[in-house]
């Protein structure tokens, strides 16, 4: 494969620059990071068509077409990675700025395994941040949700920490933490992000899948979907665990609400039983009833994911739950991935790749799996960055349109009044 060239960014420059004192000690900064290349587009989604002719000088939705449900994905490759990448599908509230930096400036899981010669796809999923375009409307309300999301989260009890967490607990940190929260553009569908994801993967090719939270349920229907995936890494899967018909665990309330398991075909069941799994869950979660709304939402779920695990396993696959005060790994939060000791956690991700031969060294040349890109020419204005310096990279954004299309009837009032 032709190399483009390098770019090296001065991580430890950037974190000084955005984060101030937030950031890593200057003994603890790391080094540059050199990357061959990086770029973004969509892909998957739907194209939605109207009826008429378009009218240019007097438009409406006759003759329209509106691209629609494709998630948003932002790649980065080393210079000698691994076979296999890593894609990052985020939860409920979050984008792929879940897998990025971390709310006190450190490197996030993004970063982390880059240095570890990972190919990486952050993904926005359909319906969400980057990839906002909806074809199904719904209503956004500026709810307040702070402090809901700091107690489901586990950083705490609003408004105290839980003692040990690992959290920044500097205001500007938690300011990070809340500007993070985005809303769904439409409403979530498992089925419609699986769709995306399955058609990422077919670019991709081979790959290794991380899921946090409610990214777990389209997780695992992308594994089902998909023969790319070649092991999944779930971060506190948070719903839509799926069980074969008739197999499915009874119900489980809890002081958040009841949590339900989703019934699939056996036949799509045993395609999870063909690839290693591996579940994490933090700290402060209970194993008996509480009324602590916050933590008792993370009871059921941590007693669902074991029934889960014993399901796949029954069935001959290989999946573990990894309960990180189990093994001595205490104080994390629902978002393990950016917490203090998030590098103890990638740690103990790498184990288990290494464990499962999901992390060879060797890239085998020319191995079109990790350069999704065409050339393009670096914009100009990009070259003043005080952070970035580039040499000859590639820089761009392209868009796969998806391949279903409908046609959709509006209402002939123009779509424009007010432009």
């Not at 933590?295 to 290989?318: E, F, I, S, T």
């Not at 950016?338 to 191995?367: C, G």
Request: aromatic letters at 8%; one cysteine or more; hydrophobic letters at 35%.
């Amino acid at each position: 494969m032709k190399i483009l060239g390098t770019m090296k960014i001065l991580a430890a420059a950037t974190l000084t620059t955005l984060f101030g004192a937030a950031g890593q000690s200057a003994a603890a900064e790391p080094a540059p990071l050199i990357i061959r290349e990086q770029g973004s587009f969509a892909i998957g989604g739907t194209v939605q068509s109207t009826p008429g002719t378009f009218v240019n000088n007097a438009p409406t939705a006759q003759g329209q077409s509106f691209h629609g449900d494709h998630l948003y994905a932002f790649y980065q490759v080393p210079v000698k990675p691994r076979p296999l990448p890593i894609v990052m599908l985020h939860g409920a509230y979050q984008s792929g700025r879940s897998w990025e930096t971390t709310p006190d400036g450190r490197e996030g899981f993004q970063t982390l395994f880059l240095r570890r010669g990972f190919s990486t796809y952050v993904v926005d999923q359909p319906r969400r941040g980057r990839a906002g375009n909806s074809s199904v409307a719904t209503t956004i309300e500026p709810t307040p949700n702070d402090q809901l999301f700091f107690d489901q989260f586990r950083l705490g009890a609003w408004p105290r920490f839980f003692p040990g967490v690992q959290f920044d607990q500097k205001p500007e940190a938690l300011d990070q933490f809340f500007r993070s929260i985005t809303p769904n553009t439409g409403p979530y569908d498992a089925k419609v992000i699986s769709s995306a994801m399955t058609a990422l993967l077919e670019k991709t090719g081979p790959a290794i899948l991380f899921t946090h939270s409610q990214g777990g349920e389209p997780g695992w229907l992308t594994a089902i979907r998909s023969a790319n995936v070649k092991a999944v890494v779930a971060f506190e899967p948070g719903s839509g665990f799926v069980f074969p018909k008739g197999e499915a665990p009874a119900e489980m309330p809890s002081a958040a609400g009841t949590l339900k398991p989703v019934e699939i075909s056996g036949g799509d069941f045993a395609k999870l039983t063909r690839i290693p799994i591996v579940i994490y869950y933090g700290d402060n979660i209970p194993i008996e009833p509480t009324t602590e709304r916050g933590k008792d939402n993370w009871r059921v779920r941590l007693a669902m994911a074991k029934l889960w695990v014993a399901a796949v396993n029954r069935h001959g696959g290989d999946a573990r739950l990894v309960h990180l005060p189990d093994i001595g790994i205490r104080g994390n939060t629902h978002f393990m991935m950016s917490d203090l000791n998030n590098r103890q956690i990638a740690d103990q991700v790498s184990q288990f790749l290494a464990e499962k031969h999901l992390d060879p060294s060797e890239t085998p040349k020319d191995d079109p799996r990790h350069s999704p890109r065409q050339q393009t020419p670096v914009p100009r204005n990009l070259r003043a960055c005080s952070h970035v310096r580039l040499d000859r990279s590639t820089l761009h954004e392209r868009s796969f349109s998806g391949t279903h299309v409908q046609n959709l009837r509006l209402p002939e009032q123009s779509l424009y009044a007010g432009l």
